[in-house]
């Protein structure tokens, strides 16, 4: 079955930079582009940013602009979220997902993902 885990998640200080990664298995990972969410408590999940099967086509939801990176390494299964010069108002849990066709574009809807992770919380401190 398919399954998604995120890991590097943690506390750091505004300014501060990680770097999350989600192995990705039971699926052709190559064939399916993938998205970042987060959800702050209270608040819905939202989507941060996005990645095509190939890595043709990126997009990001404008607040993090210019202070994230999503990436991929098909080999490894593995998608990857660089997020650098910190805000605590990012503090949330991040999520990552499938997007539910293979070979489809990059999307920012939640209904066009049909599987997640567990979360990573980032904590960021003023």
């Known amino acids: 079955q398919v399954q998604l885990v995120e890991s590097g998640g943690g506390l750091v200080q505004a300014g501060g930079s990680l770097r999350l990664s989600c192995a990705a298995s039971?699926?052709?990972?190559?064939?399916?582009?993938m998205g970042w969410f987060r959800q702050a408590e209270g608040k819905e999940r939202e989507f941060v940013a996005a990645?095509?099967?190939?890595?043709?086509?990126?997009t990001y939801v404008d607040s993090v602009k210019g202070r994230f990176t999503i990436s991929r390494d098909n080999a490894k299964n593995t998608v990857y979220l660089q997020i650098n010069s910190l805000k605590p108002e990012d503090t949330a849990v991040y999520y990552c997902?499938?997007?539910?066709?293979?070979?489809?574009?990059?999307?920012?809807?939640?209904?066009?993902?049909?599987?997640w992770g567990q979360g990573t919380q980032v904590t960021v401190s003023s």
């Open positions: 997902a499938k997007r539910r066709i293979a070979y489809s574009s990059v999307s920012s809807l939640i209904g066009d993902y049909d599987y």
């Open positions: 990645i095509g099967w190939n890595a043709g086509s990126i």
């Open positions: 039971g699926l052709s990972f190559s064939r399916y582009a």
